[in-house]
């Protein structure tokens, strides 16, 4: 009996050990569609992201219009959905600070949101909760790209 009741434990640890080597997970093709930006984010920003993959999908939990699924023992297997419809509508340099955000959060230590507004009520930062809109994406890229570049 005494023996037994050794075994379950051992059989517990080789069912843990097995499964280090078994994590399934989920990612989504890469559409071309992204490629563009993600060269202008490694020129602008110096990180390396073409290993991680963008594709669209056609439902995203409430109001979100992309996220980053990230994975904290595996930050390679990252990757970003983007909302279909959303991106139909979309001008491009809504569509570049989107992708820019979610690489924040995807590629630049899972990066968390900045709520913060400057004194013109535009964002100080691309890593806002919401989408900018066009007139402060215009007027702050510069001080949005050198803020992201700071936090590297
Ligand atoms: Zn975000």
Redesign the pocket.
Known sequence: MKQFSLLIPLIIVIILNGCQHCVQYNTIENDITFDNIKEDFYSDIGIDVSHINIGFVDELKGEAVANCVYYPINASKNFIKVKRSWWKGATDILRKALIY??LG?CAILYYD?INNLRPDRCPVSL?H?YVINSYCLQRHWYEYITQLEGLK
């Open positions: 955000h979610e959060h949101h890593m909760s």
